[in-house]
């Protein structure tokens, strides 16, 4: 009988290894906003968030299951734990009620989300009908006639209201946006850098102006549902650490700057820790 012991017991460790193997990785769904954000997302996987997040699902064995929607539909799913995280998630201290940001401590005086483990940094952009003499200079908005207009659920709603100017948020697409300064219906409008230079390029660029100064520049996250994040914080924080040695490795780094066209983002974002935080 002894001699027989060891191949049975090698044949079900073996068995044991190989169940272990062919077991199915954890699947997180993460929903992201129904709407192309070039080059940072398309509606069927493209661009650069995807990318990474594909580098990120590789180094970690997670499986994400994407799911779009309207922005604050997104949202408010992540705040119902309906699904485990959103991207791409600017931070304010409101939207900590939606969910667990990297970094960020609850009861801090002064709560930031850490920009080391951003997925990217973007701009917010002016953009005017053609002609028109509203201005930034920097620091704040001038000659305003009308309303200045933003996507729905947008966070830079929140810092167009501390500048004192009249809003109208009544949009949920850029496009939206571009038709109503074509047709008069609004001053100006906030949109994120990719969306004004892909409308510059389009069909309404005619009609219309991007001031060169940034109204602002964001972080964004990968924001996790805090019933994700009491369950398992040790897979949040390899899920973050991840996002950020993939952000960090020169292939993304070269894919970037290849889709960036040698812009120079976030580099004021990073010095400031990320405390502005595409989104919305």
């Known amino acids: 009988m002894r001699r027989y012991l060891f191949p049975v017991l090698a044949v079900c460790c073996l068995l044991a290894h190989a169940r272990v193997q062919a077991a199915p990785g954890e699947h997180i769904t993460l929903c992201f906003e129904r709407q192309v954000v070039r080059p940072w997302r398309t509606l069927d996987g ?20 994407y799911q779009s929607m309207p922005w604050k539909r997104c949202l408010e799913q992540l705040k119902a ?29 002064d709560p930031q989300a850490d920009a080391s483990k951003r997925m990217h940094v973007d701009t917010y952009m002016l953009v005017r009908p053609r002609g028109s003499r509203l201005d930034w200079d920097g620091k704040s908005i001038r000659n305003l006639d009308g309303r200045i207009g933003f996507q729905l659920g947008y966070s830079v709603g929140e810092f167009l209201r501390a500048q004192g100017v009249p809003t109208d948020d009544g949009s949920q697409r850029s496009d939206e946006l571009a038709q109503k300064l074509v047709a008069g219906r609004l001053a100006g409008a906030a949109m ?12 309404h660029g005619k009609g219309l102006e991007m001031l060169p100064l940034p109204l602002m520049e964001k972080s964004y996250f990968m924001v996790l549902s805090h019933a994700l994040v009491a369950s398992r914080p040790e897979l949040a924080a390899r899920l973050w650490d991840a996002i950020e040695q993939v952000r960090n490795s020169p292939a993304y780094r070269k894919r970037e700057q290849q889709e960036l066209g040698g812009r120079q983002l976030g580099s004021r974002a990073g010095r400031q820790g990320g405390s502005q935080g595409d989104g919305h």
């Not at 493209?46 to 299951?65: C, H, M, P, Q």
Request: aromatic share 8%.
């Open 81 to 109: 734990n309906q699904v485990d995280g959103a991207f791409a998630v600017s931070f304010n201290r409101e939207r900590m009620t939606l969910g667990a940001y990297p970094g960020v401590s609850p009861g801090a005086a």
């Open 46 to 65: 493209g661009g650069l968030n995807f990318e990474l997040l594909s580098e990120v699902a590789k180094r970690t064995g997670i499986t994400f299951n």
């Open 192 to 203: 994120g850098g990719g969306d004004a230079a892909r409308l510059m390029r389009g069909p």
